[in-house]
């Protein structure tokens, strides 16, 4: 037995030195960890600190709180139960902001990394892996004729897929925003989460998911491109100017020859978040044929992109709206929360719909321009697609 | 123009608070820097820290080396030019271990995260992601009878598998260390982009390739199972019993099933590190006419693990390694460093294949038992593979 313990550790060798190093530190903290009382503690150890905190939207009326320590470990236990969530949090150790180390589940946002604390319960549930089948999540790069070089993108294909090879599947497109890419909505969107969860209960049809990358001027998502290692700024070149907008049937196209799709307008979808909303309304009313359900979640709709852009694709606008609903689309879903800074925008939009006597379906939520609402957007618009 | 700048600003604010705060901040720093000299320069801000340092391979003659602060910000240089290759780092900053939160780029190591380095040239081009054609890479769930749930896998399909449906082709299976999971080849091995960069220089065949998850006790890798965030420590049950080795051939048959493979020995390979080369040599020995190349990298085998185990798995390999060698397979690779504490192990068991007249590739690298060599070893696998 002392010859297996030792040879145990030895393969614990088998690690880089990083991980080796902290098998024999001090004994791990359990940070975060979800009470019984459903508060939540944080820890760290930074024994020679003399201040820390902790920062993320579980944190109430201030934007960070202070933690306390007692031998060498700084705690914070929230005073009250932290409502289901996704939170991503740091710590900030005598003004250095840094991840919990002790919590493995890192998330990029952008060129920002933060821990991630998500709490269980109510429609937080559908955001966990649970025992469910799973779909299969693919990176799938394409040849772009637009761009002039490959992309990638993600694909989600519903559990059963493979197995059941005669079967053909409706297709939802899901955008991201500004900064973000085609990992966005599997991070934090928890996108391939909600999909197996709303599919396994019954409340989603099984359909194949395609996590587009509406940066055209890059490959791929940042640290996955042949461009090397430096995470893009949100200055991104041809983001909101039509250039995504008019390649995006080649897309449908590559999806169409390459998997079992259902390959008509009653079987597709389109939805996206900020910039992905702006692209979302602007492929579908220039392609009116294609989309039978388009959803605009916090949509950068009237911030003058549209004046600067293509006219092609932005131009004729109430031409398009009525030639879009002429063709009697299922379903325009709009949402937005009460504190966005675009909820004025997406209020004057209305208006234009409401003006024209066009039927679209409206959700209204608390917060502003955050992923805690696309998360509910999406959950609230995948279940009434297809049916 | 005011407008628009207004409105990017605003944008900002759709990525988390996280992302917003760190736009807002100060200057980013660029860290790693990669200097016209080879050498490199890490940086990190802390204005009311008293000692700072860095840990990583690059740091020669020590296990850290210390930074040097100006204005707030720490900085060190790597004397001379630092060698292409990926590196794990990490910051000290008064005794707390933090990322380089500068560069995007984290690495999970079983429960450790580093910030990584990443120096192109020579071999190390191999790691990196070229402008070549890509191969897709899904994480994909099979029904694991012996394991009695749903379990989790990361197939790369090559280059034109999509759109060469009359294709069929050769696949390989690359198993992961103790403490690894299905992710561990792929994020620390490089091993897609090897695969791709090997494809392209038309180095290695278009092969499918498939990275299981060998702890046969879980779903899936940590962050990814329905049983929880917690990352698993290295104690996990049933990891070299033989229960993975007896389930082996169901991931065969699932592949087999699932993918346009040739489904048959000659086109078929299998390799592994540590616990991984262990698993490979003895699910070789037990299906004989299964693999035709089989790859042992820096393999723990002789721990003892083999007399505790299943008899049934690791008994008879005199007979075994006889019947094995008696069909006549194309290859049996052995990669082992010189500073590897399984060196003599893998000593031993040469010689007993030399003293049966068995023949074998061997490569003995520098170094010991760390993710570097088997980079090197997968490298100079696939290129043998299936010729």
Redesign the interface.
């Known amino acids: 037995m002392r010859?297996?313990l030792t040879?145990?550790a030895?393969?614990?060798?088998?690690?880089?030195?990083?991980?080796q190093?902290?098998?024999f530190m001090a004994a791990?903290l359990k940070s975060p960890e979800i009470n019984p009382d459903g508060t939540v503690t944080f820890r760290?150890?930074?024994?020679?600190?003399?201040s820390v905190t902790v920062?993320g939207?579980f944190v109430k009326g201030a934007?960070s709180a202070a933690m306390v320590e007692k031998n060498g470990v700084w705690e914070y236990t929230t005073p009250e139960a932290v409502a289901p969530e996704m939170y991503?949090?740091?710590f900030s150790?005598?003004?250095?902001?840094?991840?919990d180390?002790s919590n493995?589940?890192?998330n990029?946002?952008?060129?920002?990394?933060?821990s991630v604390l998500?709490v269980p319960g109510g429609r937080a549930d559908l955001y966990?892996?649970?025992?469910?089948?799973?779909g299969?999540?693919?990176?799938?790069?394409y040849d772009s004729a637009v761009a002039g070089?490959?992309r990638?993108m993600t694909v989600y294909t519903p559990?059963g897929y493979?197995?059941n090879t005669k079967t053909r599947y409706p297709v939802l497109y899901v955008l991201h925003?500004?900064?973000?890419d085609e990992d966005a909505w599997v991070t934090?969107g928890r996108a391939c989460q909600i999909l197996d969860n709303l599919i396994a209960k019954g409340e989603a049809k099984p359909m194949i998911v395609v996590f587009t990358n509406g940066n055209i001027s890059e490959e791929?998502a940042?640290?996955?491109?042949?461009t090397g290692?430096t995470?893009a700024s949100?200055?991104l070149p041809k983001t909101m100017e039509g250039t995504f907008e008019t390649s995006f049937p080649e897309v449908v196209k590559f999806i169409d020859?390459?998997y079992r799709t259902i390959a008509k307008k009653q079987s597709r979808a389109i939805c996206g978040?900020?910039?992905g909303g702006f692209h979302t309304l602007y492929i579908t009313l220039n392609n009116p044929d294609m989309f039978n359900y388009s959803g605009m979640f916090?949509a950068?709709i009237g911030?003058?992109?549209e004046q600067?852009g293509n006219a092609a694709i932005y131009g004729d606008m109430d031409k398009k709206i009525a030639t879009y609903f002429s063709k009697k689309p299922a379903l325009l879903w709009i949402g937005i929360g009460d504190a966005d800074?675009?909820y004025k925008a997406n209020t004057d939009f209305r208006a234009k719909l409401d003006a024209g006597k066009y039927p679209y379906e409206y959700m209204e939520t608390g917060d502003?321009?955050?992923?805690k609402n696309w998360r509910i957007y999406l959950s609230e618009f995948v279940p009434k697609l297809f049916k």
Chains 1, 2 share one sequence.
């Open positions: 010859k297996f040879i145990v030895a393969l614990a060798l088998c690690i880089s030195a990083t991980a190093q902290a098998i791990p760290v150890r930074a024994p020679k600190a003399v920062s939207e934007s991503p949090y740091t150790i005598d003004g250095v902001q840094t991840l180390l493995a589940w890192v990029r946002d952008v060129a920002s990394l933060s998500l966990t892996i649970q025992d469910v089948p799973h299969t999540v693919s990176k799938v790069w070089f490959d990638r559990a493979e197995q925003g500004i900064g973000g934090q791929a940042p640290l996955e491109n042949s290692y995470v949100m200055g020859a390459n978040l900020s910039m916090s950068a911030t003058g992109s600067r800074f675009l502003g321009h955050v992923w």
